[in-house]
């Protein structure tokens, strides 16, 4: 099975590709990364422009990669000044992929962090180590956007 998983944002989204093959169970399967980078907006253009940029960007990932299943991190709310840019880009995610007729699995951050590291209050840098772990990488993904999609289509593996 392939998951897209998704680290919603305005300025970056993360996205992370992999496939996973069960052997008896899902925990006993193999999964192994086949693409993860960024979609990157121009902060010089529009709200609405980045959209249609977040959209258009992540119709050619779709496309490519065909993913059987889309893992989305739901937004965690904190107080900034971009938090409804961020929610209306993720509404233009999930948009993009429901048009797709992609399965949608919604994580959030606490549930990510306990799929992978057994915990739901670890740190970055113990989600990237399980990360390397999960996909047997020998270098961190990067940036940290493409990893937390990693993360995201990991949790979307084994939590559905």
């Given at each position: 099975m392939?998951i897209?998983?998704?680290d919603?944002?305005l300025?970056?989204v993360?996205y992370?590709?992999?496939?996973v093959?069960p ?5 006993e ?7 993860c ?5 121009d902060?010089?253009r ?5 959209m249609?940029?977040i959209?258009?960007?992540l119709?050619?990932i779709?496309?490519i990669?065909q993913p059987?299943?889309a893992?989305?991190?739901k937004?965690?709310?904190y107080?900034?000044s971009?938090?409804?840019?961020v ?6 995610l999930?948009?993009?992929?429901a048009?797709?007729?992609?399965p949608?699995v919604e994580?959030?951050p ?17 989600v990237?180590?399980a990360?390397?772990r ?5 270098t961190p ?13 990991l949790?979307?593996w084994?939590?559905?």
């Amino acid at each position: 099975m392939r998951i897209l998983g998704i680290d919603p944002g305005l300025a970056r989204v993360g996205y992370g590709v992999i496939d996973v093959e069960p052997r008896k169970g899902k925990q006993e399967g193999s999964q192994r990364m086949i693409d993860c980078g960024i979609i990157r907006t121009d902060p010089g253009r529009s709200e609405g422009e980045r959209m249609v940029e977040i959209a258009r960007d992540l119709r050619q990932i779709i496309r490519i990669h065909q993913p059987e299943l889309a893992s989305v991190e739901k937004f965690f709310f904190y107080r900034s000044s971009n938090t409804i840019a961020v929610v209306q880009a993720r509404g233009v995610l999930i948009m993009t992929l429901a048009r797709f007729g992609l399965p949608i699995v919604e994580f959030p951050p606490m549930q990510i962090k306990q799929a992978l590291t057994g915990h739901g209050h670890a740190d970055k840098d113990e989600v990237l180590e399980a990360v390397m772990r999960e996909l047997n990488l020998d270098t961190p993904p990067r940036p940290d956007d493409a990893a937390d999609a990693l993360a995201v289509a990991l949790t979307g593996w084994f939590q559905h």
